[in-house]
């Protein structure tokens, strides 16, 4: 009797504060730099991805994202499809009993509950999701560590994506990519007062892909080679401690601070590249206004390769940064026509 074999998970968004930007090796996803993000809470921002596999299924693997065919000939599924069925090789070589899964065609459904392609780490949710849902489909062992050097061959930021709380990606230094992974720096339980509000300013696709950008960035840039010989090292460290001793200005202002120098290195491409928009611009303006009544810093800005703004805050200061940019979304005037949406989210 022919059987349809299926597993479906759910990954998370992750939003850097210390950015990915830059590939030392383009075919195997490895970064120039490190990088640490925050999981945020799957209820808002997630994909879900069934995967399943059958040997009735006709010939040829297949990827559905949000109802839409998708080609999986591209060498990033391929490289993600190949690890996952040959460690499912192994598994039924070891135990001759089990189901040939490895050899029957794939069929993944994936649906995001958020605009793709806005700058919104898609891809980090999406491969993330993939990954993890062939990996239980194939019954592996769910080593987010493992699963992480595979995810990041779909993309990179997807392999902080296998972890929660805050997460950061190794560089690494060897060829092969195997010491280029995620890893956990806290859990959210840590601290779960952490509060990430999207402004979604456009949930249309990105102008510049993150993938030719980056490599754009790193051909002509005078300015980038400094991030990943001294400015990333040093604030990766100062980040992580940030996080341990729970210091929300420094983490507040070092997120600022490589949010700008990511984006300046995009300027400094040539041909340059805009991410951000005066809608972006105006965020940082509100933010800088917020900090400066509050005589301290309790709101962090950073965008990813879009316009959209995650700002990160505390708890405690719901009322005063939530409260006001929901205000200003809610006023048309005051973004003119490109009003968009806020999306609130806890770490997770
Ligand atoms: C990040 N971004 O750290 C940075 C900040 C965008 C700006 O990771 O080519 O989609 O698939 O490895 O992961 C976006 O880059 O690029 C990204 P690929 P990816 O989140």
């Known amino acids: 009797m022919s059987e349809i074999y299926r597993s479906t998970t759910t990954a998370p968004v992750n939003i850097a504060v210390i950015k990915y930007w830059g590939k030392r090796d383009p075919k195997l996803n490895l970064p120039t730099n490190s990088s640490l993000s925050v999981t945020l809470s799957q209820a808002d921002l997630r994909t879900l991805t069934t995967a399943s596999c059958s040997p009735t299924y006709p ?62 780490a898609s891809s980090a949710a999406g491969f993330a999701a993939l990954v993890r849902a062939i990996a239980d489909l194939y019954e592996l062992p769910t080593d987010p560590t493992e699963l992480s050097r595979i995810a990041r061959q779909g993309s990179g930021s997807a392999c902080r994506s296998l972890f929660g709380g805050y997460v950061g990606w190794e560089r690494g230094t060897r060829m092969d990519g195997k010491d280029s992974m995620a890893f956990q720096v806290a859990p959210a339980s840590h601290w779960p007062d952490m509060r990430a509000l999207i402004l979604v300013v456009s949930a249309a696709k990105k102008g510049v892909s993150s993938t030719t950008g980056m490599q754009t960035t790193v051909a002509t840039s005078t300015l980038f080679p400094m991030r990943p010989k001294e400015v990333v090292p040093r604030r990766m460290k100062e980040m992580a401690k940030a996080i341990t001793d729970k210091d929300f200005e420094t983490f507040a202002k070092v997120t600022m601070m490589d949010s700008n120098s990511f984006h300046a290195s995009c300027l400094d491409t040539y041909p340059p590249i805009f991410y951000l928009n005066d809608v972006s611009r105006a965020a940082i303006k509100a933010v800088e206004v917020i900090n400066a009544a509050a005589g301290k810093i309790i709101a962090a800005y950073t965008f990813d390769a879009g316009p959209n703004a995650v700002i990160y805050y505390l708890a405690e200061h719901e009322a005063a940064i939530a409260g006001l940019f929901k205000a200003i979304l809610g006023d048309k005037d005051g973004w003119e026509n490109e009003r968009g949406a806020a999306i609130q989210a806890n770490a997770a």
């Open 59 to 120: 010939t040829g693997d297949t990827l559905l994202i949000n109802g839409q065919s998708q080609d999986v000939s591209g060498a990033r599924t391929q490289a993600c499809f190949h690890a996952l069925r040959e460690l499912r090789k192994d598994i039924e070589y070891e135990k001759p009993e089990v189901p040939r899964l490895s050899h029957f065609p794939l069929h993944i459904v994936s649906e995001n509950n958020f605009p793709t392609a806005a700058g919104l």
